[in-house]
Structure formats: C-alpha cells, structure tokens
C-alpha cells in the first residue's frame, strides 16, 4: 500500500474523507501533502479542524453515529466497541438522553468513545448536556479532534506512516 503522501488526490481525499466527513476539511488537508512526517500531518489537520466553519463542523457531524446506536462504518463501530452489550436499562437511558441533547444542542452527540463502555459515556452525556450551547459547541469540537487524530493514527498505521523524510517507512 503507498504511503498516505503517495497516495493520488482522490485517493488522498477518500481516505481522510473516511477519518472526518468534512469535505473541505479533507480537501485541505489533502492539499497540503507532501507531510514531513506522521506528527506534521496530525497537527496540520487538527488546524484546518479548528477552522472549520460551523456548517463544515456540521458536515463532519452527519459521518458519526448516535452513541449506541447500531454504527455503519468500521471506525465507529470499534469506537463504540465498548457499548455493545450494555445493561438495557443504561441503553435506553442513554437513548432518551441522545434524543433530548439533539433537541437541546441540534447535533449528535460526540465524543471520543474509544472502547468505553456504554455506562461511563452516559455519565458524560449528563454532564454535558447541562452545558450551554457555546461552550458544548467548544467540547464537541475537541472531542471531533481526539476522533480525527486516532482514526488518522489508525490510517498512517498500517502502511507504515511517514518516515522524516515523508516516504513510506
């Protein structure tokens, strides 16, 4: 597999596409390739996430699944590895408090799941949704980052990342 530098623009864009469903978060990202290395790609597409419109965050939102729920992409579904099985009654809760912070703050709920378990994101959820709208809007975006980063992480991994010199290693 080439490296993620190697890669031809569409390839490049598909690919980060797969990690974040901004487009224009993918697009620039894309463009800025050759990468130095691993860390110079992870920082530079943190900043382009950092500046992404609201309706581009927006966008990136539609590609995550609510907690929970059955996900339909691989990454969300190992993400949320730790949900499967849950106890019914934690499920159902977190259900019902998915549905009210939608209505509260007009988006899915985010956060880095990583293989936590289904009762430790509820916890998070009913902190979160006492938050107001600016400050949740801040959080979900630093959770999309911790998400961005661990899914770019996943991808670099497999065909070796980028050694200094930004080739294949």
């Known amino acids: 597999m080439p490296s993620f530098n190697e890669l031809t623009e569409r390839q490049a864009i598909s690919t980060l ?3 974040c469903s901004s487009t224009i978060w993918a697009i620039r990202v ?20 950092a ?16 907690i929970g ?5 691989p990454s969300s579904a190992r993400e949320q590895s730790g949900v499967t099985g849950a106890d019914a009654a934690v499920l159902a809760e977190l259900k019902e408090l998915n549905a009210a ?5 007009g988006h899915v709920y985010l956060v880095f ?16 949704i006492r938050n107001d709208p600016a400050t ?16 770019l992480i996943r991808m670099l991994t497999p065909a070796g990342g980028l050694n200094e010199e930004g080739a294949a290693s």
């Open 17 to 19: 596409y797969a990690c």
């Open 30 to 49: 894309a463009a800025a390739r050759p990468f130095s290395d691993d860390e110079a790609l992870l920082e530079y597409a943190d900043l382009i996430l």
């Open 51 to 66: 500046e992404l419109s609201e309706g581009d965050l927006d966008e990136a939102l539609s590609g995550h699944p609510r």
């Open 69 to 73: 729920d059955r996900a339909d992409n």
């Open 101 to 105: 912070y939608e209505d509260r703050f």
């Open 113 to 128: 799941a990583n293989g936590r378990p289904a009762a430790e994101l509820l916890a998070i959820l009913k902190e979160r």
């Open 136 to 151: 949740e809007r801040r959080v979900m975006r630093a959770e999309l980052a911790k998400i961005n980063r661990s899914r």
